[in-house]
Nanobody, 121 residues
Framework: VQLQASGGGLVQAGGSLRLSCAAS????????TGWFRQAPGKEREFVAA????????DYADSVKGRFTISRDDAKNTVYLQMNSLQPEDTAVYYC???????????????WGQGTLVTVSS
């Protein structure tokens, strides 16, 4: 599976962005997919994940109620809708895929390249 993230940019605090992760590969619909982020000088951290059938989602506490992950298997794409963005959300955002929800935080099988999100105050 190859993953291509897009949609990053510069936004003011309180604004919104939608990230997209386009995947190649016939078996994409079988994978749990997720988003991670890495801020300058910090370690990469989990943001959100969605199960292979969309029936289960998980979010980091810091983004609950503000971010929504979704998937469109017909388009082989996963989205991250980010609302009420704050300067602390500034980071490079990476999409990821693995075989199960239980593995997404520790055993990512595929990584996409990052897309930069900058939130100005």
């Amino acid at each position: 599976v190859q993953l291509q993230a897009s949609g990053g940019g510069l936004v003011q605090a309180g604004g919104s962005l939608r990230l997209s992760c386009a995947a190649s590969g016939r078996t994409f619909s079988s994978y749990t997919t997720g988003w991670f982020r890495q801020a300058p000088g910090k370690e990469r951290e989990f943001v959100a994940a969605i199960s292979w059938n969309g029936g289960s989602t998980d979010y980091a506490d810091s983004v609950k109620g503000r971010f929504t992950i979704s998937r469109d298997d017909a388009k082989n794409t996963v989205y991250l809708q980010m609302n009420s963005l704050q300067p602390e959300d500034t980071a490079v955002y990476y999409c990821a895929a693995t075989l199960s929800m239980s593995a997404i935080k520790s055993r990512v099988a595929y990584w996409g390249q990052g897309t930069l999100v900058t939130v100005s105050s």
